[in-house]
Nanobody, 125 residues
Framework: QLQLVESGGGLVRPGGSLRLACGAS????????IGWFRQAPGKEREGVSC????????VSVDSGNGRFTISRDNAKNTVYLRIDSLSPEDAAVYYC??????????????????WGQGTQVTVSS
């Protein structure tokens, strides 16, 4: 049974950067489209970036403003999300979600089949 596991969250100062990682147990990630989502308290889950199995990417214009970079390293069975210029508005639990590839990724959470427990990102001075 595939399980996704997020890591890399933590406390960071405004203006700093983080690289989140999404790994898998029970299977490989190379055949999956992967999306990164975040959810802040009291807010809806929102998609921030995704990458399909071939490496084509999509970034949310609303959330990212050029600050999100998604990548995958199939040899390490990991998908990364780098976030630069963090602000308090980026504080949230970040989740990765996956689905067997459909040739393109999506920022709609409901279209994914697998997800992890999330990793907390806190932005504070």
């Amino acid at each position: 049974q595939l399980q996704l596991v997020e890591s890399g969250g933590g406390l960071v100062r405004p203006g700093g950067s983080l690289r989140l990682a999404c790994g898998a147990s029970g299977s490989t990630l190379d055949y999956l489209d992967i999306g990164w989502f975040r959810q802040a308290p009291g807010k809806e889950r929102e998609g921030v970036s995704c990458i399909d199995s071939r490496g084509s990417t999509m970034v949310s214009v609303d959330s990212g403003n050029g600050r999100f970079t998604i990548s995958r390293d199939n040899a390490k069975n990991t998908v990364y999300l780098r976030i630069d210029s963090l602000s308090p508005e980026d504080a949230a639990v970040y989740y990765c979600e996956g689905r067997p590839t459909k040739g393109h990724c999506t920022l709609e959470s409901a279209r994914y089949d697998y997800w992890g427990q999330g990793t907390q990102v806190t932005v504070s001075s």
